[in-house]
Nanobody, 124 residues
Framework: QVDLTESGGGLVQPGGSLRLSCAASGFTFGNFDMNWYRQTPGKERELVANITNTGGYTNYADSVKGRFTISRDNAKNTVILQMNSLKPEDTAVYYC?????????????????WGMGTQVTVSS
């Protein structure tokens, strides 16, 4: 059974830091690219950061570049989002996502798993 469980959210003052963790189980973690998304009410889910399956490549939304860092530990089936210099506009529910694209007998298949999310609130 696939499971992605986020933790580490909470209330923090502007300028503060939070470290989000996502623990994965039920699939071959090292074969999946991992993403962190966030969503606020009335808005579409936004890709915040992603990391390839080996950890060799990362990418960030412009709004978080220089403040957030994504990393992963394939031995522990965990992906981390370190968030520094937090701003009120970072307030959102943050979701962990695992995705893998494979080709089987000439057909493309996408495996796409989501966690339940963790609330991050940045406020004084």
């Amino acid at each position: 059974q696939v499971d992605l469980t986020e933790s580490g959210g909470g209330l923090v003052q502007p300028g503060g830091s939070l470290r989000l963790s996502c623990a994965a189980s039920g699939f071959t973690f090292g074969n999946f690219d991992m993403n962190w998304y966030r969503q606020t009410p009335g808005k579409e889910r936004e890709l915040v950061a992603n990391i390839t399956n080996t950890g060799g490549y990362t990418n960030y939304a412009d709004s978080v570049k220089g403040r957030f860092t994504i990393s992963r530990d394939n031995a522990k089936n965990t992906v981390i989002l370190q968030m520094n210099s937090l701003k009120p506009e970072d307030t959102a529910v943050y979701y962990c996502n695992a995705i893998q694209e494979v080709w089987v007998l000439g057909k493309r298949r996408v495996y796409d798993y989501w966690g339940m999310g963790t609330q991050v609130t940045v406020s004084s």
